[in-house]
């Protein structure tokens, strides 16, 4: 299983870009996924979570900003973020669980492969 991620670059305060994760190796369509994000000098965190059965979740500070998407017939999850702030600035990363479950999950360990990252960079 390989996941693919893109979108990130050097950004604008307000700007709305979208990131891409495309995954190979195993379908989307029964697959939990989520993103995660590692400032610099800081541990990485969890920032959104997606379902196999469709259920979201956000951490507290992108609330409201980021949208957690996927399309199963292109077997890629996106991450919509809307109203860009500096502190966004990081290496964001796409996971994929290759395990069961119905649930959210929110821990990195929670999830068995992972994308290279692709850094956002957030210019004021």
């Known amino acids: 299983v390989q996941l693919q991620a893109s979108g990130g670059g050097l950004v604008q305060v307000g700007d709305s870009p979208r990131l891409s994760c495309t995954v190979s190796?195993?379908?989307?369509?029964?697959?939990?996924t989520g993103w995660f994000r590692q400032a610099p000098g800081k541990e990485r965190e969890f920032v959104a979570c997606?379902?196999?059965?469709?259920?979201?979740r956000y951490a507290d500070s992108v609330k409201g900003r980021f949208t957690i998407s996927k399309d199963n017939a292109k077997n890629t999850m996106y991450l919509q973020i809307n109203s860009l702030k500096p502190e966004d600035t990081a290496l964001y990363y796409c996971?994929?669980?290759?395990?069961?479950?119905?649930?959210?999950?929110?821990?990195?360990?929670?999830?068995?492969?992972w994308g290279q990252g692709t850094l956002v960079t957030v210019s004021s």
């Open positions: 997606l379902s196999r059965s469709g259920f979201r």
């Open positions: 996971a994929a669980r290759g395990r069961g479950g119905e649930t959210w999950y929110d821990r990195d360990y929670e999830y068995d492969f």
């Open positions: 190796g195993r379908s989307l369509g029964t697959t939990a």
